[in-house]
């Protein structure tokens, strides 16, 4: 099993950045692929991001492509999602999520162990 905490959200303004982490204990960090997704109040949790185990391969959601980036740190055991150009659509709590099996794939139903999530506000 692995456990998953998330830190670093909060409130920023609307084209500010902000960057979310996921701390990991447990089994070794890189033995899963991870994701962040995130739920907006009354909407779904959806998809929008996932790295590798090795950090070589990446997805976003065409929502968020090209203003955010994942990346982790497998000696700190550390995922992390660096959100730039916010915009008042991305306030959610954001979540991130562990995958034991190979892929990295953008269904909730594909990752087997999640954090407690992170709340995001964009101001506009």
């Known amino acids: 099993q692995v456990q998953l905490v998330e830190s670093g959200g909060g409130l920023v303004p609307a084209g500010g950045s902000l960057r979310v982490s996921c701390a990991a204990s447990g089994r070794t960090f890189s033995n899963y692929g991870m994701g962040w997704f995130r739920q907006a109040p009354g909407k779904e949790r959806e998809f929008v991001a996932a790295i590798t185990r090795g950090g070589a391969g990446t997805l976003y959601s065409d929502s968020v492509k090209g203003r955010f980036t994942i990346s982790r740190d497998n000696t700190k055991n550390t995922l992390y999602l660096q959100m730039n150009s916010l915009k008042p659509e991305d306030t959610a709590v954001y979540y991130c999520?562990?995958?034991?099996?190979?892929?990295?794939?953008?269904?909730?139903?594909?990752?087997?162990?999640w954090g407690q999530g992170t709340q995001v506000t964009v101001s506009s």
């Open positions: 999520a562990a995958r034991d099996g190979l892929g990295i794939p953008l269904t909730i139903n594909a990752y087997d162990y």
